[in-house]
């Protein structure tokens, strides 16, 4: 069943994003200038937490549009467009070899037993910005987050990134890694484990304490 009626793109009209994306589809660019560009500063801050700097972010970004131009006959709907667009973003940033990444996200958001009380729907993750006596230590916890990361395998890490980083449901990680829903939670449950584990080995705290 085609489910392009599911289309979500932002906050926008479902019946106008829809229209943008049929007409997208069949070669229009500028349907696919207006599909995208709703999408273009949240992709941007995306490629800014992978990038080293932001030219570099700006660069990804482009890479990740080209892209997306060439390939949107393959969009079916299935998932959101964004969390689409997200993934190609991804995986732009990984064939590039990029290893940094920028990651102010307290170790405490990546709890297993909070992912067990889940079902397919994430909470905000959005934190007011740090005060700026806890700045540095924020950064520094940052990069630390980040290393522990990196020390995840591949497939963990996707899974982190997307489930995380673009809030991705668990059946849209399902449809755009091309496994299945319970590959998709065992992986996270395991991924989630082996990076608190690999926090406590390099002795990342959590919100200033210990892990």
Known sequence: M???MAVTVGPGNRD??????R?????????????????????????????????????LVVETMAESWRCIGRFDGSCRFSTWLFAILLHRH????????R?????????VEE??????????????????????????????????IDRLPKA????????????????????LTGVSLGTVKSRLHYALLNLREIARELNLSE????T
């Not at 106008?16 to 994306?21: A, E, G, K, P």
Request: glycine share 4%; charged share 25%; proline share 5%.
């Open 23 to 59: 007409r997208a589809q069949a070669g229009d660019a500028e349907a696919f200038c207006a599909l995208v560009s709703p999408l273009q500063e949240r992709l941007l801050r995306q490629a800014c937490g992978l990038c080293r700097d932001a030219a570099e972010a700006e660069d």
């Open 207 to 210: 919100n200033g304490g210990d």
């Open 103 to 111: 990651w102010p996200i307290p170790l405490a958001r990546f709890s």
């Open 115 to 148: 992912e067990q009380a889940r079902t397919t729907a994430t909470e905000n993750l959005a934190e007011p910005a740090p005060a700026p006596d806890t700045a540095s230590a924020r950064a520094e916890l940052g990069g630390q987050l980040r290393t522990a």
């Open 94 to 101: 990984q064939k590039a070899a990029r290893r940094a990444r």
């Open 16 to 21: 106008h994003d829809l229209s943008c994306l």
């Open 156 to 175: 963990h890490r996707h899974v982190i990134l997307l489930r995380y980083f673009e809030e991705a449901s668990l059946q849209d990680i399902a449809v």
């Open 2 to 4: 085609n489910s392009l």
